[in-house]
């Protein structure tokens, strides 16, 4: 049992690169979240899909596109990245329907130059 | 809207000390409250939670009590060890009409506990 998984753990991109970032759980969960975390700001949720098929924005979307491949896996992607994007990624599910516990994955650490 | 505001750090303690990390927040309705920690490297692990007024969440020895009159939710720690070293997130939960839970976090408070 893996838990929440994320690939890469890290990655060095140039502006105006894209990319996309994986994610996947094996605990069964319906719902999964993406956020960033940055020095001094806690967490902020970029994205999260409340069920399979289901996608919606959080705090801070602007730059990103999210898809809910499957009940397991959910991808961030950045189109054209900014330096502003600089951050630690990190992907959460939990089991939704009353349930509001998350659980998190490691983290990606994404520099944009 | 809800916010979560926690005591800036480092908090730096010997071994064995006494810690507290002070946690404050403003929510609408009842949210649950958590505490997670991140130890360096790693993602964040629930620590304890709470999910109505006058609980206590406990574990790993630390404790936190949901206090709904002064709206905290204050971490706390007998005597904490130099592997205590971590971040710690304080975080409410609001509840959406889809059924998921947004995580309100604060901004984490650092501690570092020297032998």
């Known amino acids: 049992n893996a838990g929440v998984t994320q690939t890469p753990k890290f990655q060095v991109l140039k502006t105006g690169q894209s990319m996309t970032l994986q994610c996947a759980q094996d605990?069964?969960?319906?719902?999964m979240y993406w956020y960033r975390q940055d020095p001094g700001m806690g967490l902020r949720l970029i994205y999260y899909?409340?069920?399979?098929?289901?996608?919606d924005k959080g705090e801070v979307p602007n730059g990103y596109n999210v898809s809910r491949l499957n009940k397991r896996e959910f991808s961030l992607r950045l189109e054209s990245a900014a330096p502003s994007q600089t951050s630690v990624y990190f992907c959460?599910?939990?089991?939704?329907?009353?349930?509001?516990?998350?659980?998190f994955g490691p983290g990606t650490r994404l520099t944009v130059l | 809207g809800n916010s979560v505001t926690q005591m800036e750090g480092p908090v730096t303690l010997s071994e064995e000390a006494f810690l507290t990390i002070n946690c404050t927040y403003t929510a609408t309705g009842y949210p649950s409250l958590f505490w997670y920690v991140q130890y360096p490297g790693e993602g964040l692990q629930l620590l304890l939670k709470a999910t109505k007024a006058d609980d206590k969440g406990s574990n790993k020895g630390f404790e936190a009590t949901y206090r709904k009159e002064t709206t905290s939710f204050h971490l706390e720690k007998g005597s904490v060890q130099v592997s205590d070293s971590a971040v710690y997130f304080c975080a409410l939960s609001e509840g959406w009409m889809d059924s998921s839970y947004k995580l309100i976090f604060g901004s984490g408070t650092r501690l570092l506990v020297r032998p």
């Open positions: 959460a599910s939990s089991r939704g329907q009353g349930y509001n516990e998350q659980f």
């Open positions: 899909s409340a069920s399979e098929g289901t996608t």
């Open positions: 605990m069964n969960h319906n719902s």
